[in-house]
């Protein structure tokens, strides 16, 4: 069975810290292929955080510096830890490979929310 569970969301306030966590199940996914992508109420999904190819990470500009992503082989589980989080980073997170070009994409979990509010 095919499947990504997101975990960690939650209620912050602006400033705060979380870490999601996405468990991988199954054997079509390569951990090592893996993104965080977030979708705001009215906005396009988007990625924020991915491993490279060349074994590095890539972030969208409105994140770096503040969220990092990293990896679990054993527990094949990816993370993002979100620091200094701000009101605009509020939108229900997925993990999924970071291309098309990957086996798995586009199996979507049900995602976890992430609220930023005073």
């Known amino acids: 069975q095919v499947q990504l569970v997101e975990s960690g969301g939650g209620l912050v306030q602006p400033g705060g810290s979380l870490r999601l966590s996405c468990a991988l199940s199954g054997s079509v996914f390569n951990i090592n292929t893996m993104g965080w992508y977030r979708q705001a109420p009215g906005k396009q999904r988007e990625l924020v955080a991915a491993f490279t190819s060349g074994g590095g990470t890539n972030y969208a500009d409105s994140v770096k510096g503040r969220f990092t992503i990293s990896r679990d082989n054993a527990k094949n589980t990816v993370y993002l830890q979100m620091n200094s989080l701000k009101p605009e980073d509020t939108a229900v997170y997925y993990c999924?490979?970071?291309?098309?070009?990957?086996?798995?994409?586009?199996?979507w979990g049900q995602g976890t929310q992430v609220t930023v509010s005073s």
């Open positions: 999924n490979p970071r291309s098309p070009l990957f086996r798995g994409f586009g199996s």
